[in-house]
């Protein structure tokens, strides 16, 4: 690999301790590697750190934004999968495979989380990468939290956990891990200039990335006899529903039910649904994804409440 140059710039955010020797270890066994750590904690700066130093030392690397809220590439409410090939800024990451999840955070879409997170790794498995890094969300308190983290480690069989942690955080996530032939934990300190970001700024960051996502959308039909809706609550179809869904986002995916894009529903009627989506081909959709959220015209996100706005049976 001595055709790949270091950007200048590439590495805006600078590295933290230990860095360097982690890349070493991660070299020397290869296999998936996942992040944890609480919200800012320089979780996707450190994924995207590896994931270059290890392409550059020719490594075939692919990296897993495994984190729907503050997701390092690809629209909020998906995970979403690049191989690094070439030189290349965090920003201009091409994605190679999508999921959608539905949601903005975990609460409540554990499953999708899990099961998203697994398709995606094996996706990028498949195309030969020898070392996946997983940037997770910083959802970490909690026994919901707990269980996400354990059944993620477990199910991608992570070969390394890194842990940035500020005080002791993490220890109660690690602690099954630990000793364990199958795994190696890092634990590594935080960078102590990371200001912390509001929930507006988050918000907001989401706004952003939204509107830059739908920024060339058109309206588009999509006859619904050509697709399947992946509507868990049997939500209502037809003349009259229309008015429930409108806003709402949904994912459109394909045979493998892996994300095509992103659309935001403009009408359900009894034939056709219509929506905004950047996509071009919609024939290529087989499964349309409700999700659990809306965008507004200024494309903020809040939350649906399933059972009773979209007309779910008791
Ligand atoms: N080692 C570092 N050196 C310099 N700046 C850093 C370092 N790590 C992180 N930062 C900066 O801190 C900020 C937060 O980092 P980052 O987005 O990687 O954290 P995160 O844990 O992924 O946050 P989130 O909870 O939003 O996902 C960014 O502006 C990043 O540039
Ligand atoms: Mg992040």
């Not at 707990?146 to 890194?162: D, G, M, S, Y």
């Not at 959308?217 to 809706?229: N, W």
Request: hydrophobic share 35%; proline share 4%.
């Amino acid at each position: 690999m001595t055709n790949i140059q270091v950007l200048p710039g590439l590495y805006q955010n600078g590295t933290g301790p230990g860095w360097k020797e982690l890349v070493d270890g991660i070299n020397g066994l290869k296999g998936v590697v996942i992040i944890l750590g609480a919200p800012d904690t320089g979780k996707t700066t450190l994924a995207f750190y590896l994931s270059r130093e290890l392409q550059l030392r020719g490594c075939n690397a692919a990296m897993v934004s495994a984190d729907m809220g503050q997701c390092a590439f690809g629209p909020p409410a998906t995970l979403g999968m690049s191989f690094l090939r070439g030189p290349t800024s965090l920003r201009d990451l091409e994605i190679h495979s999508m999921y959608f999840i539905g949601s903005t955070s975990p609460v409540g879409h554990l499953l999708q989380t899990t099961v998203g997170l697994k398709k995606l790794v094996e996706k990028a498995q498949g195309g030969d990468a020898e070392v996946v890094i997983i940037d997770t969300s910083g959802f970490i308190e909690g026994g919901a939290a707990w269980e996400l983290k354990f059944q993620e480690i477990e199910l991608v069989n992570a070969r390394h956990v890194v842990a940035l942690q500020r005080g002791q955080e993490l220890e109660g996530i690690l602690r099954p891990h630990e000793d364990r032939k199958c795994r190696t934990i890092h634990r590594l300190k935080i960078y102590e200039g990371i200001k912390p970001k509001s929930c507006e700024r988050r918000r907001d960051y989401r706004r952003q990335k939204f509107s830059e996502y739908f920024q060339k959308a058109t309206t588009k039909g999509i006859p619904l006899r050509a697709v399947r809706l992946i509507n868990p609550l049997n939500i209502l179809t037809g003349e009259g529903y229309g008015g429930l869904y409108k806003g709402l986002l949904v994912g459109l995916n394909d045979d493998e039910n892996f994300t095509l894009g992103l659309g935001v529903i403009e009408d359900m009627g009894l034939k056709e649904l219509r929506l905004l989506t950047p996509i071009e081909g919609v024939e290529r959709v087989k499964l349309v994804r409700l999700g659990a959220i809306r965008l507004d015209e200024n494309w903020y996100d809040s939350r649906v409440r399933q059972s009773q706005e979209l007309g779910a049976r008791d």
